[in-house]
């Protein structure tokens, strides 16, 4: 949640006219994108909070929160359009009037000054902000994820263990699992995996939003040949016995245990539906055919799964084109590698997706043409 929508959030539905209610349609059409008649709405609330006596609007006031509302909003819909200047300004002006936050609003500048190019000068003032306030971990994360963002991987280091002992005093499981995560990222961009998953077991811990990414995690230490630290988080409850058996014998498959390999694919294949109905058992059957030399059945398994959901996934277009690849159908293989990359929720296909082609394909001059989907570091 952004600053501008936490400091107005509210369990109760805004009284019909109330500014409140304004500021709630301000929002929704600048999450919309109709910018203008948000701004419209914005200026009419300020301009009328601001001809009222200050007595009436002093800090804390009901109407006092609301004007911090309206200006936070008008500065992200003015940086958001290319209109730096004015958000500067009304920026600042928080600053002024929001005493107590002045360093979240300063903060809030910043990293959009990172986010449109300017970033040597935005890490520097981060920096320079978190040693005025040294107390501030917020200023301190801020810090060192735009350092991680930008290759600085010392200056990121350095400013989370400034951020350490302010940690063990953090009561929001939310911030404190945003200071775990940032290490993890850290570590395991340093390939410090047993640090790395050690942050990661901790993040879980705080936030049980994370289980849902935890198979990404096991992604990421396959993609390292982590495979021991693997078969660990794979030990985890938050993970569905057959999605383990599938990691389990891919790893099996890339160590050279084909025959282990084998075995738990073909067990994965004959699991019912119905003992595991938080999952979707059909990707994983379609993958595990493929690996035993079926291609034609995983297509097939996937076509009739589309069929009657009426919906193609990406792992269902990515699980098609390595079942078309096989059987050498060029055309359909680019068709579904488009539509499993060309998708704003997907993370580029890795070297670990690729490592499927390019062990089962066997025609080197498709291959050849289908590695432009994947990020490799050759």
């Not at 009561?171 to 047993?194: F, P, T």
């Not at 935890?214 to 078969?231: C, G, P, S």
């Not at 539906?273 to 291609?295: F, I, T």
């Not at 499993?340 to 890795?350: E, I, K």
Request: glycine fraction near 4%.
């Amino acid at each position: 949640m952004s600053n501008t929508d936490r400091n107005t959030s509210s369990l109760e539905r805004p009284i019909p006219g109330s500014y409140d209610e304004r500021l709630a349609e301000a929002r929704r059409l600048r999450n919309h994108g109709a910018y203008d008649e948000a701004l419209a709405i914005l200026e009419r609330i300020s301009a009328r909070l601001l001809r009222l006596p200050e007595r009436r609007r002093a800090p804390g006031s009901e109407l006092w929160v609301n004007l911090i509302a309206a200006t936070a909003l008008m500065a992200d819909i003015k940086a958001t359009t290319g209109h730096v200047a004015e958000a500067e300004s009304l920026w600042a002006q928080l600053e002024e009037w929001d005493r107590r936050r002045w360093t979240s609003w300063r903060r809030l500048r910043l990293i959009r000054q990172i986010e449109r190019g300017e970033v040597d000068e935005g890490i520097r003032q981060l920096h320079e902000l978190a040693e005025e306030n040294p107390d501030d971990i917020h200023n301190w994360l801020a810090a060192a994820e735009a350092a991680m963002e930008a290759g600085r991987y010392d200056s990121t280091e350095a400013w989370l263990q400034r951020a350490r002992p302010l940690y063990a005093a953090v009561e929001d499981d939310e911030l404190a699992a945003s200071y775990v995560l940032l290490r993890y990222r850290l570590n395991s961009q340093l390939g410090r995996w047993r640090e790395a998953l050690d942050d990661w077991y901790g993040a879980m811990e705080l936030s049980e939003e994370l289980e849902q990414f935890a198979e990404m995690t096991v992604r990421e230490l396959l993609a390292a040949e982590q495979y021991d630290l693997a078969l660990e988080l794979l030990t985890d409850e938050v993970f569905l016995p057959p999605v383990v058996q599938y990691y389990q014998a891919w790893i099996a498959r890339h160590r050279g245990d084909q025959v282990r390999a084998r075995h738990l694919w073909r067990q994965l294949i004959e699991t019912e539906q119905d003992a595991y109905e938080a999952l979707n058992l059909v990707q994983l059957k379609a993958l595990s055919l493929c690996w035993l030399g079926r291609p034609a059945e995983a297509v097939a398994m996937i076509l009739q799964e589309v069929e009657l959901t009426g919906e193609l996934q990406s792992i269902d277009a990515l699980a098609l084109a390595l079942g078309w690849g096989m059987m050498g159908k060029a055309t359909e293989a680019r068709a579904n590698l488009s539509s499993a990359v060309g998708r704003a929720d997907v993370q580029p296909l890795s070297a670990l997706e690729w490592y499927d082609f390019d062990t089962l394909i066997r025609d080197e001059a498709l291959k050849t043409e289908l590695r432009k989907y994947f990020v490799l570091n050759d």
